[in-house]
């Protein structure tokens, strides 16, 4: 018979590791996070300092301010209508774009709270899912701007058109992003709420939807640059402010540096309400803070 030999207590026990070794591990981690971070903000500055230059240098070639003003000739232009209205009887470049951000907030935030709603009770139950599914199969693929006629002879030419065209916009986008985020969401966490006790309501409401909201935050990301596209095009077709509005009437007159502005304007306020909408999805899913 074989024999094996004895094993000692000490050779089980794992092997001694180096005094502050985990400490040392953490610190070397965050220090390559953090220049991660720096390299990737520097390498975004400095892809926009090229482009910048690549644009005062087609630009000066090209010397024709109609076609392509220089990089200086736009920011002249948005520092002085940020200040004075364009046209002489409208609003500011910023008046304009509060007035932007007031119908994309209001009929983003509603078309948000109706897809979410939609999404859900299309998981929650089959033969909702089964009724609406079709309808926002075939309303999804259909561009929004294609109803604009339509909601002037329906609502007017106020502000109520273009708020429903937003919400129009949204809703496909929101629930179909719902209904795939709650999909994703672990079968364990339901059975889990429904063994102890949880009505299906309850287990919808506080433990499914809480667990799809990265996935859901997800999809208000591309809702909201859908929003924006929406309301510059209606904007420029039928309104008498906004962004849209002011480039409209900027090209008109041949004003090409105001219509440069107005377009970086609404580059820079899709970047920040992306960031702050990227902030969200970081306090519900703190596992992508790295």
Known sequence: MTSWPSLAPEDLAPAPTPAGGERFDLARYRDELRRSRLRRIGLGAAGLVLVLGLWELIAVLLNDPVALPTVSATAHAFAFYATHPYPSQSKTLFGDLGVSLARILIGFAIGAVIGVGVGAAMSANQVIRQLIDPVIEVIRPLPPLAFIPLFIVWFGIGEL??????VFGTVPIMTVATVAALKEVPDDLRLC???LGAARGY??????????????????????????????AAEMLAATSGVGYLISQAGNYLNTSLVFAG??????????????????LLLVDPSRRS
């Open 161 to 166: 058109p273009k708020e429903v065209l937003l």
């Open 193 to 195: 709420a429904r063994t």
């Open 203 to 232: 287990t919808l409401l506080h433990v499914q939807i809480p667990a799809a909201l990265p996935g859901i935050v997800t999809g208000m990301r591309f809702a909201m640059a859908g929003a924006w596209t929406s309301i510059v």
């Open 263 to 280: 377009i970086i304007t609404i580059a820079v306020t899709g970047l920040i309400l992306d960031a702050c909408l990227r902030g969200i």
